[in-house]
T-cell receptor, first 117, second 113 residues
Framework: GAVVSQHPSWVICKSGTSVKIECRSL??????MFWYRQFPKQSLMLMAT?????????EQGVEKDKFLINHASLTLSTLTVTSAHPEDSSFYIC?????????????FGPGTRLTVL | GENVEQHPSTLSVQEGDSAVIKCTYS??????FPWYKQELGKGPQLIID?????GEKKDQRIAVTLNKTAKHFSLHITETQPEDSAVYFC????????????FGGGTRVLVKP
């Protein structure tokens, strides 16, 4: 099956700093990737859709200037949390549609745990 | 937009018993309904999915049923085992490949040995 990786798996940073999270499709190309945020004991909330070659599409209520998304290539999307604050501490997960292109199936990365001190 | 409701939020079963999780969706245009299992500290893993042109799908101990008229779908796990303990999420999506998923609130399943 299609494999999606994330890096780093966890990160601790000081308040006010920026953190970059990478999402890679390892054995297939993805023109679209999705970024989710998950707080403890809650569901996955879609933050934005990352589009290769164009601007990301953000969900309502998500600050695009705070959560910068760059779909640098057909296998890499990055999420940068700018000027992070403790309330940004969360589990960030990316996903990508499968390589077949004929289904809605999405493959998820292992997630990145962000802790802002 | 789409809204997906999931029940129950927690489910405790004895090993060997069956577990059933139910979801309802609001948008009749949704046509793809996956179920994900998430273990602590990990990303969700697809365990089974169903499309709107099918009423039921089974894979070993796991089955999913879909009622398009009532706009609800259910996950059935038979002969539960301790390793089935996890959080399960249903989701709904519509249209072509690459369309976003809307997730239910999740069900924390505990299988007691």
């Amino acid at each position: 099956g299609a494999v999606v990786s994330q890096h780093p798996s966890w990160v601790i940073c000081k308040s006010g700093t920026s953190v970059k999270i990478e999402c890679r499709s390892l054995d297939f190309q993805a023109t679209t990737m999705f970024w989710y945020r998950q707080f403890p004991k809650q569901s996955l909330m879609l933050m934005a859709t990352s589009n290769e070659g164009s601007k990301a599409t953000y969900e309502q209520g998500v600050e695009k200037d705070k959560f910068l998304i760059n779909h640098a290539s057909l296998t890499l999307s990055t999420l940068t949390v700018t000027s992070a604050h403790p309330e940004d501490s969360s589990f960030y997960i990316c996903s990508a549609p499968g390589p077949s292109g004929a289904t809605n199936e999405q493959f998820f990365g292992p997630g990145t745990r962000l802790t802002v001190l | 937009g789409e809204n997906v409701e999931q029940h129950p939020s927690t489910l405790s079963v004895q090993e060997g018993d069956s577990a059933v999780i139910k979801c309802t969706y609001s948008d009749s245009a949704s046509n793809y309904f996956p179920w994900y299992k998430q273990e602590l500290g990990k990303g969700p893993q697809l365990i089974i999915d169903i499309r709107s042109n099918v009423g039921e799908k089974k894979d070993q101990r796991i089955a999913v049923t879909l009622n398009k008229t009532a706009k609800h779908f259910s996950l059935h796990i038979t002969e539960t085992q301790p390793e089935d303990s996890a959080v399960y999420f249903c989701a709904a999506s519509m249209g072509a490949a690459g369309n976003k998923l809307t997730f239910g609130g999740g069900t924390r399943v505990l299988v007691k040995p």
